[in-house]
């Protein structure tokens, strides 16, 4: 069943929709228009790179239902190495939930200049969402590279992991604070 993984993935996914939606009523209005071509293709790029994150953030949904239950049954089975891999691939699979919706902020970001002003509380939205995918998927990293018995790839989850929740803080922040600007 989803729990606390898929929820997460879903919170990223629908932050991408959101930055999505924000731009695409965004190229129709003159501030757009009117920007020199370098910056219309760099919106454009944005734009584009966000589909890879969306689906990304939606195939998370099912990946962690999937990696969540085959941990169960290894956990039932007294299999322990079938746990540990079960432990690592869901560590991996929040891990990528993280990668996924940092990289997604930073593509949200690029929609701030261009966007249009009526549409930037979608794009907070979309960024208080998305750094929250991060924060829940850590949640996981820490619940399932905790059980690892790999000790250096249990360290390098939970600190990578840690880092990026950081990072997701911080560019969540300061997209808040650039928009307020404006």
């Known amino acids: 069943a989803p729990g606390g993984g898929s929820v997460a993935a879903l919170a990223g996914a629908l932050g991408v929709a959101l930055a999505k939606m924000s731009a695409h009523f965004s190229v129709t209005k003159k501030k757009f228009k009117e920007a020199d071509k370098a910056k219309r293709n760099k919106f454009i790029l944005a734009f584009k790179e966000l589909d890879y994150y969306k689906d990304l953030l939606i195939k998370g949904v099912d990946d962690d239902a999937i ?10 089975l007294k299999d322990e190495e079938n746990l540990q891999k079960a432990l690592l691939v869901s ?3 929040a891990f990528d939930m993280q990668e996924a919706s940092y990289n997604a902020l930073k593509y949200a970001e690029k929609l701030i200049e ?12 979309s960024a208080i969402l998305l750094a929250s995918c991060n924060e829940m998927a850590s949640l996981n990293v820490k619940a399932n590279a905790n059980m690892l018995s790999d000790e250096d790839k249990k360290n390098y989850y939970l600190e990578t992991s840690a880092k990026l929740v950081k990072k ?7 997209i808040i604070k650039t928009i307020e600007k404006k």
């Not at 990696?67 to 039932?76: D, G, N, P, R």
């Not at 997701?168 to 300061?174: E, I, Q, V």
């Open 168 to 174: 997701s803080k911080s560019l969540k922040n300061k």
């Open 67 to 76: 990696s969540y239950e085959a941990v169960t049954q290894a956990m039932k």
């Open 114 to 125: 261009l966007g249009n002003k009526y549409l930037y509380s979608d794009l907070i939205s």
């Open 91 to 93: 560590t991996i699979v």
